[in-house]
């Protein structure tokens, strides 16, 4: 089942261009994995995303062995995959992974992408320091201390959770809930710790009214204001971490209004007086290792500093293949969010871009076809949706349709001129029930495959980016249930056909399916 599934999935990925995420991890048995997804968009217009691996990695976690794990070890992990067609491998930016990003470049000519979601915490960490509070009755350490009372005493945790239940109302949508410790290296951790004191607040005061701990078990009216106006600060940056590790609905090409909303969000704090000084402080501080990573965003820059690298040399800014991104995907190719300067230089990097593909795919003859309808994938949360808004109004002018008996050169020209003009599709809508949803943009590009031949298979292409390494990530997950402590003697290759085939089994069935689906 094993061998005949990966080759039902290869035949499948032939046809398509591809990203992939990776990852390294350390089970329970002291074997090291890694782990390799991979997201296509296939003919159907549906966005796949699939494990193609979750190998016995027996070299070390330097940047050449896990460079040559994935790419050099093809009869592990790729056998038919073609490279040429890999868009990017968007992995964690660990210093290892870094460099492993630039031997992806230099030896197999593959594009290297920073997980999004790692960059942005390198910023929102700061704010485990209360080095970065000034003024502030030291707030994060009396926070942490008040976390570890109640989960280091199961006789007070115990207390907190019957005082919830007592106090909560019957049937309501909460649960009695503990803390959540403070983790620095876990992604949302210091978020999510105020968050949940902040839901416990009222009970942990309940508890000190009636004796069953001291005083000094709470925090006083001045910190746990602070604590609110530091979620106001860190809340917006976990809202589009969350959206971006989706997996089965295009991302990256958010990337650059998320970063571009992130900077404003923060200025407006910084330059404003909704919040104490001390949290200005820290927003401040955030704002500037913001800008580090991901450029100052001054007009003329945007469309050029991912030439230049950042600290420990990873890449700075937003990087080409999100701009190109960005600027075929319909719901923000008018790139209202850039000053006019890069926006130009983005359109003129997207047309060199679309005539290399197009002069690539004439050559190498990549079978490609179109299927019907999907349904968009959706994401709501008030706070989401009013994060997003739209920054373009659509023209109002129809898009021409670009005759047939035309050269390459001439068919591209008058593809980009229509969509140029094309009506945009909204970032999103109301449905039916009143929930505000994200737009498709596959569906949207399913729809006028015929009309532009060639910038739906870039569309295809370029949409099919992962913003984060989530992917991998979530493998390891999976991974962890299947090499857990009472299987710890199973042979690491039996354990990576396992994995393998829980991920991928269902994707190839539906995509099987698919094919048949079209046949008829």
Known sequence: MHADTRVKLNNHLKTCWYSLTCDHWTADSKENFLSVTCNFIPISFAMQSVALACVRHTGSAKAEDICDEVFANSDVVYSGLERRYCMGITSDTAPNMVKAGRLFQSKHGIDWLGCFAHVIELSTSLAFDDDQLPDCNEVMSACRQLNGFFAHSSQALETLLTIQRQNMETGGPLQAVGVIQDIVTRWWSTLASLERLLRLKPYIRMGVHNGKWTADRDLSDEQWNTVDEIVQVLEPFKVVQQLLEGETYVTCSLIPTVIIKLRKHLEKIVNG???????????????????????????????????????????????????????????TA??????????????????????????????????????????????????????????VVPSEQPALIPPMDITVGQRIELELAAFAIEVVLPLKYTADDDKVLFSNPLEWWKL?????????????????????????????SSAGLTIANRRARMHGDNAAALIFLHAALPVVKRLEAERLLGDT
């Open 273 to 331: 007086n909704s919040v104490r000084h001390g949290v200005r402080t820290l927003a401040n501080a955030i704002l500037l290792n913001f800008n580090i990573h991901w450029g100052s965003g001054i007009a003329g820059t945007v469309a050029t500093e991912h030439q230049e690298l950042g600290p420990k040399r990873r890449p700075k800014g937003l990087q080409k293949k999100i701009l190109l991104a960005a600027a075929i995907d319909p719901r």
């Open 334 to 391: 008018k790139l209202g969010v850039l000053a006019e300067q890069d926006r130009l230089a983005v359109q003129l990097m997207l047309k060199q871009f679309v005539v290399a593909f197009e002069n690539e795919f004439q050559q190498n003859a990549l079978v490609v076809g179109v299927n019907p309808a999907i349904r968009a994938p959706v994401g709501d949360g008030d706070m989401l949706m009013n994060f997003f808004e739209d920054d």
């Open 448 to 476: 006028r495959c015929q009309k532009y031949p060639i910038l739906s298979r870039v569309a295809r292409a370029l949409l099919c980016i992962t913003a984060t390494s989530a992917p991998s990530e979530r493998l390891f």
